[in-house]
């Protein structure tokens, strides 16, 4: 996907936002990225979706999953430009678990995908119970990744944009020495 354009998409959909920002970690960081907010925009986030599902339109795929709750969506609009089956997991006494009658069958072939992928932990959970239901997972896609390089699965992993954003300790922080107020966007689990 045209890097200038995502931006684009992200910006207009108020899921990026350029500022002075205090994550949930404490830490702060210049830009602040709310992906729901892109979802939010059926009309501009369905570039992105598009997107994953023309990288592995041709491939063979049986399913595409996502870990609830902001897969959900990417996982649904894939499937439906793919003509695939979607389901989502979600953690059950903190197992990431098939419920609702979602099932795999041994040997199908799953895709997962995610909004945002900042360490992949909850996508490696969704494979490890694709693996145990005896699926092949055949590989990953997230809207942005937010990894910096770390999320390596040993599998293909596509991405709409990667979103590089620095993060500072705040007594070390550029922006507050320059001594912009600091805002919380007040959302947890972003970083
Ligand atoms: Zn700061």
Do not use: W
Request: with cysteine; proline share 5%.
């Amino acid at each position: 996907m045209d890097q200038k354009r995502a931006i684009k998409l992200l910006t207009d959909s108020n899921a990026l936002l350029t500022g002075h920002f205090m994550l949930a970690s404490g830490n702060h960081s210049e830009r602040y990225i709310q992906c729901a907010l892109l979802l939010s925009r059926p009309d501009l986030a369905v570039e992105f979706l598009q997107d994953i599902a023309d990288h592995f339109k041709g491939d063979s795929i049986d399913i595409v999953a996502a870990p609830a709750v902001g897969g959900i969506i990417v996982s649904y609009e894939v499937g439906r430009f793919l003509g695939k089956r979607t389901i989502f997991l979600e953690r059950e006494n903190g197992i990431m678990s098939l419920r609702r009658g979602f099932g795999i069958k041994e040997g199908e072939k799953v895709l997962i995908v995610e909004d945002v992928i900042t360490t992949g932990s909850s996508v490696l959970e969704v494979r490890d119970a694709v693996l145990g239901k005896g699926g092949h997972v055949i590989a990953f896609a997230s809207l942005v990744n937010r990894s910096a390089g770390r999320f390596k699965p040993g599998l293909p992993y596509y991405f709409c944009i990667d979103m590089d954003i620095p993060i500072y300790n705040p007594d070390d922080c550029p922006l507050c020495q320059k001594g912009t107020p600091v805002v919380k966007p007040g959302s947890k689990g972003l970083v």
